[in-house]
């Protein structure tokens, strides 16, 4: 897929206004200003009290907007919002700024789709919220049917072959198929998205100490190696499989660009212990540019003014980055 030039701004969806995003949104403005134009697309009730804000009609109204407020594209909740407890009539209205936003970036107004976090128990209890998550749903969305979850930030960037499911269940859902998937979408996507021309990505093994030559599992021989050699003869550079408790130290990591895990945890650990407040969840492999906060709707510390918004800013700033990326 070719990019034009990004003039645009970027949407921000509301996600779960109980939750944290109303005063994060607010706090990335108040951050960013003009130097990086995006806005939000909610209810400006949802926002805290005084939050400076513009109502704008149109998306490309933000730019010259975000000089005096947040810029506001107003959608209309049934709902007053009660920080921390979410209300059910608002459910549709959290998933229906989810499609109009996708539908803003698809058509161009928008450069990149950034979106707050939802409560997805919230939304099925709501509004009979059909999917896993948000990134099945803008998978659903986009008409397409593998995407990828990338954990990214100035130190490291993570790719999980697997999430969310059991532990026990991860062997027997990692196959050859879903793992070359999920390297190839992340090849692509640090070539388009990220602008690196040859990228190095390194492979943890599923195993510990990579299955230790067979004595600790079989996978890394019968699957994972085969895999990695099948793209390796077309030209990929691939490390790997590696003993996942020697990859992330600051030595190995200046040795690749990516590291694609074989489930959840081994993947999230490493970047949130390196740099919790600063990672950015990117969707890697829909037709449009996704981020978001890696964290969640925070009901428990919603409405007091506490909530740190470093990884909203950062998904900001990721989002414009790859939207502007020559």
């Known amino acids: 897929m070719t990019r034009l030039p990004v003039v645009a701004p970027i949407a921000l969806s509301c996600g779960e206004p109980a939750g944290v995003g109303p005063e994060l949104a607010a706090k990335a403005w108040a951050h960013l200003g003009p130097d990086?134009?995006?806005?939000?697309?909610?209810?400006?009730?949802?926002?805290?009290?005084?939050?400076?804000?513009?109502?704008?009609?149109?998306?490309h109204e933000a730019i010259n907007a975000c000089k005096n407020g947040l810029p506001v594209l107003l959608h209309t909740f049934p709902a007053p919002n009660v920080a921390g407890i979410p209300a059910p009539a608002n459910a549709q209205g959290v998933i229906d700024v989810i499609a109009r936003g996708v539908d803003l970036v698809r058509s161009g107004?928008?450069?990149?789709?950034?979106t707050a976090p939802i409560h997805k128990k919230a939304l099925k209890d709501g509004a009979n919220f059909a999917y896993p998550g948000h990134t099945e749903y803008l998978a659903a969305l986009a008409g397409v049917d593998r995407v990828v979850m990338m954990l990214a930030s100035d130190l490291l960037r993570v790719v999980p072959t697997t999430i969310h499911i059991p532990l026990a269940q991860v062997p027997e859902t990692l196959t050859?198929?879903?793992?070359?998937?999920?390297?190839?979408?992340?090849?692509?996507?640090?070539?388009?998205d990220f602008g690196i021309a040859n990228p190095r990505i390194a492979v943890a093994g599923l195993n510990p100490h990579a299955g230790e030559g067979?004595?600790?599992?079989?996978?890394?021989i019968e699957m994972i190696l085969p895999v990695l050699d099948a793209l390796r003869s077309e030209g990929m550079t691939l490390l790997g499989p590696m003993s996942a408790d020697t990859m992330f130290h600051a030595a190995a990591r200046k040795t690749y660009d990516a590291a694609v895990c074989m489930y959840h945890d081994?993947?999230?650990i490493p970047i949130k212990t390196l740099d919790f407040d600063r990672g950015v969840n990117v969707t890697l492999g829909l037709p449009f540019i996704r981020t978001s906060p890696d964290h969640g709707t925070a009901f428990d510390i919603a409405g007091q003014n506490i909530a740190n918004p470093?990884?909203?800013?950062?998904?900001?700033?990721?989002?414009?980055?790859m939207a502007t990326r020559p």
């Open 310 to 321: 470093s990884s909203l800013i950062e998904a900001l700033k990721l989002a414009h980055k």
């Open 36 to 59: 990086l134009p995006f806005f939000y697309i909610g209810d400006p009730d949802h926002l805290p009290a005084n939050t400076p804000h513009v109502i704008i009609s149109e998306p």
């Open 266 to 268: 081994q993947a999230l």
């Open 109 to 114: 107004l928008a450069s990149a789709l950034c």
């Open 214 to 220: 067979g004595a600790m599992g079989s996978e890394e």
């Open 176 to 192: 050859a198929a879903l793992l070359t998937d999920t390297l190839l979408i992340t090849h692509a996507a640090l070539r388009r």
